[in-house]
């Protein structure tokens, strides 16, 4: 049985996860599971897809970043899949279909696994790149803060502890401390 397994990583992504879906449904899947998660989050349906997967059944992606966060995991995925007499289809590869159950997609995808990790770091250190450089040019501010200075400095004159204003604020005790050190600068 072929079972897929669509991911975006935003809520905003409506039509990525239906297009996903779509092609899916359209490469014969039986079931599909889907959800609107972040790759570093905690993907429940992944895990569900995993453990409903048996022998001689092959899990069906669009594109192996909508799996794996990486290379590694990728190849973790693969060798666990592998164990259980599970195969992994990959729908879009370059305009190649691979399917682990034969060895030279293996291969294939193995590599280009690696080039698409080496494009994403490339990526990221770009973007690195373009931030420090508008920074340096006063261009870049950040991420607006999410708690006003005036509402933590009111809530420190109340008496109020780092954790007692962590749990009303709704943050992160650390971050009162972070923010807490910021105002005396």
Known sequence: MLIGY????????NAGLEAQIRDLTAAGCGKVFQEKVSS???RAQLTACLEFLREGD???VTKPDRLARNT???????????ARSVGLVVLSMGGERLDTR?????????ILAGVATWEREIMKER????IAKAKAEGKYAGRKASIDPATLASLRAQGLGPAAIARQLGI???SVYRLTETAAD
């Open 6 to 13: 669509a991911r975006t990583s935003t809520l905003e992504q």
């Open 127 to 130: 973007q690195a790149e373009g």
């Open 72 to 82: 590694g995991e990728l190849l973790t995925i693969v060798e666990r899949l592998t």
């Open 102 to 110: 034969n060895p030279t997609s293996k291969l294939m995808l193995t």
């Open 58 to 60: 092959a899990l069906v």
């Open 40 to 42: 570093i989050a905690t």
């Open 172 to 174: 992160a005790r650390s």
